[in-house]
């Protein structure tokens, strides 16, 4: 082992239970940390609780608790969920153990004897829901970041001068890997160019924080206490040799990642607090989007939260990976629906990887009694094409994962699924194995060979995103434990001939037109109920998953049938009533006619649409759509409108007259 890797989530408050923005993140962070260690990489995987602070000492105060009891209670829920999730962390760090409180002192002290804190008064602003002081805000003015109306605070604090760090940080940020993405770097480079004032890096009004080394009356300010996490966990600080030595292993960081609105803390405050200490830079900062429900950012404030257990309990830990990766790309905000989360592991994972595993393995169980046949040379370019088809998958599918680019990533191997599927339905094996001549068997064979090892290199490629499903599909395979295999030795033409398949299961048993409706109503209901442990659960819509379709089964490559196309009901409406829903900045209500009755529909176009301006308009309905609720509100179909990556919502129109309740087809 050469390599080694250091990957870190922000550490969660505990203030809120997890819901699956934490997920997202941890899973985004899991996803890279596996396949390092498989690149063969000795990779450290860190994430924790943040349990200091104003924040969090007003939140256990208001549910009648000690700070204490109240951070123990919801870090063990961050902890039991990530376990739960089969997460991989090496470490889960508390800021409020007695090894990060010392070594945090450690950090403060070094900073102190390097001459770059002093003591000063503060007066201003500050926000407790981001823990920031505000510079330059009066008394009323809201936090840039949350919108919420700061606080006035007076009191007598240590200070850390980072102004003194403004051109080295402008320096480093000339390095286009330090902060990613691009908008992101730009974004601090802009804050950093406005003039950085000295940091207020103690409190001294409440005690629930870590004491200031030789002023107890003080507590460190919250976020040098969070931040440092990331080298107290790998024995930054510690007089321990082992702990030392993993922190001169593993330090400085190969990549922190965050959500983009925490980017001013680890771009600005984080590398100059290390650089006041004299100690090395983290390689990369990478800040995400953030996850969406009802047009809003998923936070408990806003009360629009999913759990994580509740897509876990019906389709299991990998659809939520799967879908979480494919779906929101990477770097921009994306949106989580149940229908969409739904759809997808339909689409790509019941009828993709599910159907090609299923097809492939029950013919070569079929007509090669359970072993993988031999290929035979042939000029067959489909063959051929399927071959080179892999290759380029395999350095495409690495490189865009790299560049943290997991969408389009699954994106190019979801496109081998389809191209086999295609192969096999041309080569119709199913009519080979009628015959029983010895070409029509060779040629059996080869076609069948070519399949699953194409299935073998889409599995190992999908390993770390979906580690239990291809961990079976492995196993099915004959190939053993998958966590073996060394990814950056991963070509075609790795599959041994006479190989014996394990015993064929389904993995993605199709999810059927309930399975939205459940886990609405899950989550509608609170706690989703635990069935039984995941590793025990075939990620499935239990209790009745229907039996995975046989062969041959309809391509899918993306395209749709006029049929499918039949069955979305498309129509004219015209709004009657609409106004704004209370405390949801992007959402309307809106009653609409569409003909045979008026509906109440609530739409994210409130940033784009004055309600008094929609009054009489003539819009597209999708009229068959399952009622759902938002903010409480039932709303019984969707209005359609052009999607503006950073725009706004533009709704469809007619130029000609149209009756209400027309149908568009
Ligand atoms: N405690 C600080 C971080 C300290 S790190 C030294 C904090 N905690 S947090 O719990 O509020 O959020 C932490 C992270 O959770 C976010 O930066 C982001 O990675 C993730 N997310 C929380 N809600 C999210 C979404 N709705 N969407 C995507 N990620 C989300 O900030």
């Known amino acids: 082992m050469g390599k080694k890797f250091y990957i870190t989530t922000p550490i969660y408050y505990v203030n809120a239970r997890p819901h699956i923005g934490h997920a997202y993140t941890t899973i985004v962070c899991d996803t890279i940390a596996r396949r390092q260690r498989m690149l063969g990489a000795d990779t450290f ?27 123990d209670q919801i870090s063990g829920e961050f902890r039991k969920l990530w376990q739960r999730m089969g997460i991989s962390n090496d470490d889960f760090i508390r800021t409020t153990e007695d090894r990060h409180k010392k070594r945090t002192q450690e950090l403060f002290r070094r900073i102190r004897d ?61 390095n286009p890997d330090f902060v990613r993405p691009e908008t992101r770097r730009n974004e601090v480079i802009s804050f950093v160019r406005s003039g950085l004032r000295d940091l207020s890096i103690s409190r001294s009004t409440f005690s629930w924080g870590i004491p200031v080394p030789d002023d107890p009356k003080h507590v460190i300010y919250v976020w040098l206490d969070a931040l440092a996490n990331y080298i107290t966990a790998i024995g930054y600080g510690s007089t321990h040799g082992g702990a030392q030595a993993a922190f001169q292993k593993y330090w400085p960081a190969d990549v922190h990642m965050i959500g983009k609105e925490i980017v001013r803390f680890h771009c600005v405050y984080w590398p100059a607090f290390l650089l006041a200490a004299g100690l090395p830079l983290p390689k990369a900062i990478v800040a995400h989007g953030w996850l969406l429900f009802e047009e809003n950012k998923m936070s408990k404030s806003r009360g629009n939260i999913v759990r994580a257990d509740t897509i876990i309990d019906v389709l299991g830990n990998d659809a939520l990976r799967y879908f979480l990766l494919r779906e929101v790309v990477f770097g921009q905000d994306g949106s989580f629906s149940f229908d969409a989360l739904v759809q997808r592991y339909n689409a790509d994972l019941a009828n993709g990887l599910g159907n090609l595993a299923s097809r492939t393995l029950t013919m070569i169980g079929r007509y090669f009694q359970g072993e993988i046949p031999a290929v035979l040379p042939s000029a067959n370019t489909s063959d051929n094409a399927i071959a080179e088809a892999a290759q380029k998958t395999i350095s495409e599918f690495n490189a865009l994962f790299d560049q943290f680019q997991f ?10 699924v389809g191209l086999v599927d295609k192969y096999i339905v041309e080569n119709e094996p199913w009519s080979l194995g009628e015959k029983q001549d010895p070409a029509s068997r060779g040629r059996l064979g080869t076609v069948l060979h070519t399949s699953a090892e194409a299935l073998r290199i ?38 041994p001939a006479g190989t014996r ?27 989703a109920p635990v069935v039984t442990p995941p590793s025990e659960t075939p990620a499935a819509a239990q209790p009745v998953p229907s039996p995975a379709p046989k062969a041959p089964a309809s391509v899918s490559d993306g395209k749709i049938t006029i049929d499918d196309f039949a069955k979305i009901e498309l129509r004219v409406g015209q709004v009657k ?19 045979t009755e008026t509906r109440q529909l609530v739409a994210g176009i409130a940033e784009a649409y004055a309600p008094e ?4 308009r003539k819009v597209v309905i999708v009229a068959n759509l399952m009622p759902r609720k938002l903010r409480g509100l039932e709303s019984n179909g969707m209005i359609v409108a052009a999607s503006l990556e950073g725009g706004k919502p533009v709704l469809a129109g007619f130029l000609e007259d149209v009756p209400v309740g027309a149908r568009l087809k």
């Open 45 to 71: 995987f860190l994430t924790g609780t943040d349990e200091h602070g104003q924040k969090i000492e007003r939140a256990a105060q208001e549910a009648g608790k000690t700070p204490q009891q109240y951070a």
């Open 114 to 174: 390097n001459g770059y804190i002093y003591k000063g008064k503060y007066t201003g602003q500050y926000c407790v829901s981001d823990e920031l002081y505000v510079d330059g805000a009066k008394p009323g003015d809201p936090c840039p970041l949350c919108g919420r109306p700061t606080e006035t605070v007076e009191e007598e604090n240590y200070f850390f001068k980072l102004s003194a760090f403004q051109d080295k940080l402008l320096e480093l940020y000339a």
């Open 407 to 416: 969408s389009r990533a699954l994106e190019v191997a979801w496109g081998l």
């Open 458 to 495: 889409v599995t190992a490629l999908a390993h770390p995103v979906m580690p239990e499903s291809t961990a079976k599909i492995w196993a099915q395979l004959g190939l053993g434990d998958i966590r073996k295999l060394d990814l950056s030795a991963l070509q075609w033409a790795q599959l």
């Open 501 to 527: 398949l394990g015993k064929i299961e389904p993995v993605f048993p199709r999810a059927d037109k309930s399975t939205v409706e459940r886990m609405q109503k899950m989550e509608e209901q609170g706690r």
């Open 577 to 595: 009533a609409a106004e704004k829903v209370k405390g949801a900045d992007k959402l309307l209500r809106l009653e609409v006619d569409i003909g």
């Open 613 to 616: 301006t929609l009054i009489g």
